[in-house]
């Protein structure tokens, strides 16, 4: 078919020239659209009374020079007349998408050699069809976690496994091609079993030239020990170190794997597998859904900023990317995203589960962390504010209640021994349910306004506490911090700024010389006498 399809290309000058300026732009686009523009060519029986698609543009050019709106609506008219009556391979009709890539590829062709031509109202698809089509996309689930260890399961060879394992990091079938053409980049990282590699996505694709910002992904252990046994196996074979020139992922004709070469790939996995399903026309597990639906769906599920989601997507995103904000390309930036997706390296680990064993935060541990670290304050000391807060609500206390219940169902509650040679005792005044318990349980809805509270609470207001010049390296810097001091500045190499900002009177820790301002009493608020 691609044969037929090029020297059909190569046969007519100007669809040679269409192409080849589409290609330089956008080399699976113009890919696309010359194999649906050559469908149409090859199906309308009344293309056959003309030698090359230039006579049809002559055709075309001259309508639209009539003042007949009808003459000039001629083309899409007899376009939409196809959509009625083609049927493919299977005598079924075009699906709506289908007609619709085929008019974005005509009105292509038309606009590169003619400029815009008129308009015409399209009708993609019978209502029938439309409701058909509906119907299969809310039958169609996104893959499973437990589809895709039965595809790897379902791998011949070390390439096919290598594949899988880092297509479904969010990968774009065209960005899986680019990180397989410059893999070489990644050389070393891969033999020496670097985790987690990080992989540059260089804008270049229709999405990102829109956004015109660089994206990364991150592949975890799994993905790393594949790409490290598919290098040693390729070594093996050609007799030597693999270079930039070679093919990592190469084909049974040692050329680098393409598009159509993946689908079929992933194809075989799912029938050796039980897993292949057709939705309407669509395999169910085909490319786009393992690297881009699988992903999005696990980092929703797994709690991942919807920005750092939306930026390996390679989706827009006011928070990455852009005029002005280019955090991605910061240390700090980079973490964020880093430690965002560390949260699914779990999850994308299908063949070792590595990372299952690590306790994952719960929404109030971040959120202890988040404020510990931006209010410059110990963690212990923000846990007890703001679980203080906590407990003085409705859902802490039905929260406890539920656990009392509990724990009486099983007796698991605080008993004493009477004496010696006595049996103990317990005492029915109820079992004592630790704070951390019932915090662990609330959701962060319930969680959220005590922490609100809390912030609110240390809203800055006038004192006449003065800033406190102190000493960073015996330690005095971190006993005013865990006080409730707010770190300001550095003066030196030695010395820093702190500030109370709190609303109640400032908190002074215990000097070694036990020399405190006369109104104030160690470790204790300063209070009048």
Not at 325 to 346: F, W, Y
Not at 351 to 368: A, L, N, V, W
Not at 441 to 462: G, Y
Request: charge should be positive.
């Amino acid at each position: 078919m691609k044969a037929t399809v090029d020297a059909w290309i190569r046969a007519d000058p100007k669809t040679a020239e269409w192409h080849g300026d589409t290609a330089r732009r956008a080399k699976e686009t113009a890919r696309n659209y010359s194999r649906l523009l050559h469908l149409y060519w090859q199906n309308n029986p009344r293309f056959r009374a003309f030698k090359a698609p230039s006579q049809w543009l002559e055709e075309v050019e001259e309508q639209q020079r009539s003042r007949d709106i009808m003459a000039r609506r001629a083309w899409g008219k007899e376009l939409q007349n196809f959509f009625y009556q083609y049927q493919g391979k299977s005598g079924k009709p075009l699906g709506s998408h289908s007609q619709n890539n085929i008019r974005a590829a005509v009105l292509h062709f038309f606009k590169y050699h003619l400029g815009n031509v008129e308009d015409f109202q399209f009708t993609l698809g019978t209502q029938d069809q439309l409701r058909e089509e509906a119907r299969q996309r809310e039958e169609e689930t996104p893959p499973s976690r437990e589809d895709l260890k039965a595809l790897y399961n379902g791998c011949r060879t070390a390439r096919d496994k290598a594949l899988l394992l880092t297509l479904i990091n969010g990968f774009g079938i065209s960005e899986w091609i680019e990180f397989a053409r410059s893999w070489h980049k990644y050389k070393d990282e891969i033999d020496s079993g670097t985790v987690p590699i990080k992989i540059d996505l260089p804008y270049r694709s229709k999405t990102l030239r829109k956004t015109k910002i660089d994206s990364f992904v991150y592949l975890w252990d799994d993905a790393v020990e594949a790409l490290q046994h598919l290098l040693q196996e390729r070594k093996h074979e050609l007799g030597r170190e693999l270079t930039a020139q070679d093919t990592l992922f190469a084909s049974y004709i040692e050329t680098p794997l393409k598009v159509n070469t993946i689908e079929l790939i992933i194809r075989n996995m799912a029938e050796r597998t039980g897993l292949h399903k057709k939705i309407g026309r669509n395999q169910r597990l085909r490319p786009h859904k393992l690297g881009r639906t699988f992903f999005a769906t696990e980092a929703v599920n797994a709690g991942v900023d919807p920005a750092v989601r939306e930026f390996v997507l390679l989706h827009k995103t006011d928070q990455f990317g852009g005029t002005y904000v280019q955090s991605h390309k910061t240390a700090k930036g980079e973490e964020l995203i880093r430690r965002e997706l560390l949260k699914l390296r779990p999850v994308l680990n299908i063949k070792s589960d590595k990372g299952t064993e690590q306790s994952r935060q719960s929404y109030f541990e971040q959120t202890i962390e988040t404020l510990a670290i931006s209010k410059g304050m110990a963690p212990e000391e923000v846990r007890k504010a703001v679980i203080v807060i906590l407990a003085r609500g409705g859902d802490f206390k039905k929260i406890e209640a539920q656990l009392r219940n509990e724990a009486l169902a099983t007796g698991n509650y605080p008993h004493v021994e009477p004496g010696p040679g006595a049996p103990p005792v317990k005492i029915h005044i109820g079992p004592v349910i630790a704070r951390d318990m019932i915090v662990a349980r609330m959701t962060p809805e319930q969680i959220r306004p005590a922490v609100i509270s809390w912030v609110k609470s240390l809203e800055a207001t006038p004192t006449d506490a003065p800033d406190r010049v102190v000493d960073v390296d015996d330690g005095e810097l971190d006993r005013f911090t865990k006080l409730g001091w707010r770190f300001v500045s550095i003066v030196n190499a030695k010395k820093a700024v702190v500030r109370w900002e709190r609303k109640s009177d400032p908190v002074y820790p215990i000097t070694p010389d036990s020399i405190l301002d006369e109104h104030s009493k160690p470790g204790w608020r300063a209070t009048n006498n």
